[in-house]
């Protein structure tokens, strides 16, 4: 059974850090796509970054080079890193998980099958 567990979020300034982590049990990241997905209020769940069973990682565009998707196979947990934040990057923050994910449709979240109960991020001006 797969379960994932997200933690890490809170509230933080504008131009600060945080990294959500995202515990995975159930899970073999060798077969795996990992994905964060975020969602604002008022809007619908948008892709953030993943990370491949291969290790190959993609980002939208709004968030390359501030945030970082890793992942620890010893602890079976995936990361995000997030640095620079803005205010519009305030939203609840999901895990997901899938097996077999092809690349065409890892940005799109009724690919994943495994979801987290999501943590909240909220960026102050």
């Known amino acids: 059974q797969v379960q994932l567990v997200e933690s890490g979020g809170g509230l933080v300034q504008d131009g600060g850090s945080l990294r959500l982590s995202c515990a995975a049990s159930?899970?073999?990241?060798?077969?795996?796509?990992m994905g964060w997905f975020r969602q604002a209020t008022g809007r619908e769940r948008e892709f953030v970054a993943t990370?491949?069973?291969?290790?190959?990682?993609y980002y939208r565009d709004s968030v390359k080079g501030r945030f970082t998707i890793s992942r620890d196979r010893a602890r079976s947990t995936v990361y995000l890193q997030m640095n620079s934040l803005k205010p519009e990057d305030t939203a609840v923050y999901y895990c997901?998980?899938?097996?077999?994910?092809?690349?065409?449709?890892?940005?799109?979240?009724?690919?994943?099958?495994?979801w987290g109960q999501g943590t909240q991020v909220t960026v102050s001006i």
């Open positions: 997901a998980a899938d097996r077999g994910a092809i690349l065409s449709t890892i940005r799109d979240p009724n690919t994943y099958d495994y």
């Open positions: 159930g899970v073999s990241f060798s077969s795996y796509t």
């Open positions: 990370i491949r069973y291969n290790g190959h990682t």
